[in-house]
């Protein structure tokens, strides 16, 4: 059974920084893109980073130059490091293990808050 876990979300102030961890268990992880996503209330779900199995890297115009997706094969987990933070980046985070166009798995999420 595939799980992907979440953490590292919380509250931080504007111009903070947070980094956040998925981790993949139950299935082979290091030949699969993973992504970010996000979700604030009362909007779509929005594409925040995507990481290949080659390690090719694409970002949301809005995050771009501020957050960095990288992934650690041995620890199967895939992290999210983001910085100058903004009140905008607060939402519901969720993580994405891409099997095909036709299979994926996906995270409970977890909540960033970026409020002084």
């Known amino acids: 059974q595939v799980q992907v876990v979440e953490s590292g979300g919380g509250l931080v102030q504007p111009g903070g920084s947070l980094r956040l961890s998925c981790v993949v268990s139950?299935?082979?992880?290091?030949?699969?893109?993973m992504a970010w996503y996000r979700q604030a209330p009362g909007k779509q779900r929005e594409l925040v980073a995507v990481?290949?199995?080659?390690?090719?890297?694409n970002y949301g115009d809005s995050v771009k130059g501020r957050f960095t997706i990288s992934r650690d094969n041995a620890k199967n987990t895939v992290y999210l490091q983001m910085n100058s933070l903004k009140p905008e980046d607060s939402a519901a985070y969720y993580c994405?293990?891409?099997?095909?166009?036709?299979?994926?798995?996906w995270g409970q999420g977890t909540q960033v808050t970026v409020s002084s």
């Open positions: 994405e293990l891409r099997i095909s166009d036709y299979l994926d798995y």
């Open positions: 139950g299935g082979i992880f290091n030949i699969y893109t």
């Open positions: 990481i290949t199995s080659s390690e090719d890297t």
